[in-house]
């Protein structure tokens, strides 16, 4: 039994090399790979982005800028292993800039997270986090009311209600996938044609 259960735990894989071959498969192709990463880090990175006091509309759009910003600038990781941290460090540069312009920063807690991210960035890197941040705003305004209702729901909820979400939206349940992949590609197209002349 004790074998057993050890195989089994070896087999899983910590949550990051889970997220890592989730990650690694979806920048092969594999559109489903992005749920699943989804679903794998969203719990962690609301821990984060919550840390900073934030209420729950502000966490989630927090939340919903971080997976988007993966979208537009997955090409700077370099490897799949340092997506976990990538997007950790990318939840706490958005919570905080946030969280400075509401005037409600508070430090964070877990000292395991914070052993694990980096110092808070400087303010040049705040004033260019805050342009990206409003330039992705930007393009996901111009996206379809269903596609922003989906990514919406999608990006931050790790368990989605797919039933209800097929109703509202008038879609079947097994389309919701593949809509949202080609969301995510005309979110790409529209990033790509807004960043032609801004270095990222």
Avoid: N
Avoid at 91 to 100: G, L, M, P, Q, S
Avoid at 119 to 146: F, N, Y
Wanted: proline share 4%; hydrophobic share 40%; glycine share 4%.
């Amino acid at each position: 039994m004790t074998v057993q259960k050890a195989a089994d735990k070896s087999d899983e894989g910590s949550v990051w090399e889970v997220s890592a071959r989730h990650f690694r498969r979806w920048r092969t192709g594999e559109h489903d790979a992005l749920d699943e990463l989804v679903r794998s880090l969203t719990p962690i990175l609301w821990q984060v982005v919550r840390s900073y006091r934030l209420d729950r509309d502000q966490a989630e759009d927090v939340v919903q800028t971080t997976w988007l910003t993966l979208v537009r600038r997955h090409e700077s990781i370099a490897e799949p292993q340092a997506v976990g941290a990538w997007l950790m460090t990318t939840a706490r540069r958005e919570a905080w800039r946030v969280a400075k312009l509401a005037e409600r920063q508070a430090p964070m807690d877990d000292e395991i997270l914070t052993a694990r991210l980096p110092h808070h960035p400087g303010v040049d890197t705040e004033v260019i986090a805050a342009d990206e941040s409003d330039q992705l705003w930007h393009s996901v305004h111009k996206l379809s009311p269903r596609c922003q209702r989906l990514l919406r729901i999608i990006a931050f909820d790790d368990r989605p209600d797919y039933t209800s979400l097929a109703e509202s939206l008038g879609m079947p349940i097994g389309s919701i996938g593949p809509t949202r992949g080609r969301c995510l590609a005309k979110l790409k197209d529209l990033l790509a044609a807004e960043g032609s002349s801004t270095h990222v």
